[in-house]
């Protein structure tokens, strides 16, 4: 049987039924704990500090009513940063290589941001298509290139998460591929591609959180723009 590099990014199923909803919900059941005490250890006070740090560092530049954010967009990061990380072990898959879980996570932030802003102040929210001081012949066409950007940005959130990630795990599995290959054949050209896999596979690794950061960041700044 002839696998292609692209079947690594296929949804598994079994009996017919794909398993990445089981994929999206297994990070959330590592959290779960049957102590009643909210912080266990030292590591978990670390875990609890990092969050706190990360949220006020987030959430500095907007105001009060945009800091009811904080734990959905802390919870979209904790996720994110748990699939893309499982993702990078073996015999696992990666459920944010998908554009449609992407999409399906940036629409509908993206929109609430929109949706916020139109309400509690339209006038702000319909004055950023049109920059101050713009001269009248430019107008329409502005307007135009302002609405159309501001339709793509959830579009950018989804395909940069997915091609950043899909780029990585195709590499990845090209360079093992090599690396297998040239073992019995180039015993030295194969051990200088081991050592570019190991490097590449801790590139990997902090493009996983770094790109879950990212998600979050620019959702933090397209909630800023409309609170």
Request: net charge positive; charged share 5%.
């Amino acid at each position: 049987m002839i696998l292609s590099f692209f079947d690594q990014f296929m949804i598994p199923q079994m009996l017919g039924i794909p398993l990445i909803l089981v994929a999206v919900i297994l990070p959330t059941t590592l959290i779960i704990t049957k102590n009643s005490r909210f912080i266990q250890n030292r590591m978990s006070a670390m875990q609890a500090q990092a969050i706190k740090t990360f949220i006020k560092q987030l959430l500095l530049p907007i105001n009060m009513a945009g800091h009811k954010w904080a734990s959905i967009l802390m919870s979209i990061m904790l996720m994110l940063i748990s699939l893309n990380l499982l993702g990078l072990l073996p015999y696992t898959f990666t459920p944010t290589t998908q554009l449609s879980m992407n999409m399906a996570l940036a629409l509908p932030m993206w929109l609430m941001t929109v949706l916020i802003g139109l309400r509690n102040q339209p006038t702000i929210s319909l004055g950023h298509l049109l920059p101050e001081g713009t001269p009248l012949p430019l107008i329409p066409a502005l307007i135009i290139i302002e609405t159309i950007s501001l339709f793509i940005r959830p579009l950018a959130l989804g395909v940069r998460l997915t091609a950043n990630l899909t780029a990585g795990h195709l590499l990845i599995q090209l360079i093992s591929t090599a690396v297998f290959v040239l073992t019995p054949i180039m015993p030295s050209t194969a051990g200088l591609s081991f050592i570019i896999l190991l490097l590449l596979t801790g590139l990997e690794i902090a493009v996983a959180m770094i790109q879950a950061y990212v998600f979050v960041l620019l959702l933090s700044l397209y909630l800023q723009e409309n609170v």
